[in-house]
């Protein structure tokens, strides 16, 4: 099994890259947010990896973090879902929202994924509403320690001119690699980005 993968990126589209590993590229399909997340082309990215065997194929799912990894697993063990399903629904909604949305029921939350009907909906509350709270404990404490610091620095960079999607970006990347830091150090931090 191939649990991680640490090299360049080679090639990056939206649903997929290509990490060069020591001379050997590996295709990998992602989500959007893990597009977002990872480094950019010719850069070094390290990213986790689920290894999809078929009967006439192998095929690599690319994470930029270990909780979204749990969920496309977890997603994957529902009857109906397969890698495909779950890397879409993966891309139609952020890792923590997911998690919240199949623990609270929110099924009309659910049916707004792009590919997610109401049966598939429902099937991922019943299926996963017990199994998704290990996740979530881990997942939702970071995000509720971090959510306002994440508002209110994307907003003071907006406030300075900055494109919302882009401010969302830069921040959310500092956060993932330093969840505890100031509101402060985060608006410094991410004008240095900016500014590179």
């Known amino acids: 099994m191939i649990a ?20 050997v590229g590996y295709h990998v ?12 082309l010719n850069e070094n990215a390290e990213i986790y990896t689920y290894l999809s065997v078929r009967e006439n194929s192998l095929t690599l799912f690319g994470f930029s973090t ?20 779950a890397q879409s ?19 009309s939350r659910l049916v707004a994924i792009p590919g997610v009907g109401r049966k598939t909906a429902e099937r991922l509350v019943i299926e996963l509403k017990d199994k998704i709270t290990s996740v979530r404990a881990s997942e939702t404490q970071v995000h509720s320690e971090s959510y306002k ?23 959310r990347k500092i956060l993932d ?8 150090e985060l608006i410094k931090v991410s004008l240095t980005e900016l500014f590179s």
């Not at 690699?177 to 402060?184: C, N, Y």
């Open 89 to 107: 629904i993966l891309s139609g909604i952020q890792t923590t929202e997911l998690i919240e949305a199949i623990a609270a029921g929110d099924k």
């Open 177 to 184: 690699t330093k969840p505890d830091i100031s509101l402060e």
């Open 149 to 171: 610091i994440k508002e209110d620095a994307v907003n003071a960079l907006i406030a300075l001119g900055y494109n919302k999607k882009t401010a969302e970006i830069t921040v």
């Open 29 to 40: 399909f992602i989500s959007f947010n893990t597009f977002e997340d990872i480094a950019g």
């Open 4 to 23: 991680r993968l640490s090299g360049k990126i080679i090639e990056k589209k939206p649903t997929e890259i290509v990490i060069d590993v020591n001379g």
């Open 66 to 85: 270990t909780a979204e990894k749990d969920v496309f697993e977890k997603l994957i063990s529902v009857s109906g879902v397969g890698p495909k399903l």
